[in-house]
C-alpha cells in the first residue's frame, strides 16, 4: 500500500476554501452579469463541489473542518475513509445541481 507523503500532513489547504468559495458564488450571484452561460455556471459548481475531493485525493490526507490535512488512511482509516466518502457525496450533490441548472429545471 502506498502511504500518504508526509509533507502534506498538518498542511493547511485553505486556498482550497476560498477557490471553492468563489467557485461557488460566482455563479449564483454575479454569474448573469458577468454572461456566463448556464452551462458555464453549472461547470463552474460542479468544480466548486469537486475541489475538498481532488485535494484529499491528490495529498493522500482527509481534510478537517478547517481544511488543514490530518488524518492518513493508515493511521485513521475510519476517519480517512468517512470523510473520503464525505467529500464524494459532496461532490456528486454540486454536480447533481450542476446539471439541473443546466437543464434549467
Avoid at 498542511?11 to 454575479?30: D, H
Avoid at 448573469?32 to 458555464?40: E, I, P
Avoid at 481544511?67 to 485513521?76: D, G, K, P, S, V
Wanted: hydrophobic share 50%; net charge positive.
Amino acid at each position: 500500500m502506498n502511504y500518504p507523503v508526509t509533507q502534506f500532513k498538518g498542511k493547511s489547504f485553505s486556498w482550497g476554501f476560498w477557490l471553492f468559495a468563489a467557485l461557488f458564488l460566482v455563479p449564483i450571484t454575479w454569474g448573469h452579469n458577468l454572461g456566463l452561460t448556464k452551462a458555464t455556471s453549472g461547470f463552474l459548481l460542479g468544480v466548486a463541489g469537486s475541489i475538498p475531493l481532488l485535494i484529499q485525493a491528490v495529498t493522500g490526507y482527509g481534510l478537517d473542518a478547517s481544511w488543514t490535512a490530518r488524518f492518513a488512511c493508515n493511521e485513521h482509516p475510519k476517519r480517512f475513509w468517512s470523510i473520503i466518502a464525505l467529500s464524494a457525496v459532496v461532490a456528486a450533490w454540486f454536480w447533481y445541481v450542476a446539471y439541473k441548472r443546466l437543464l434549467g429545471t
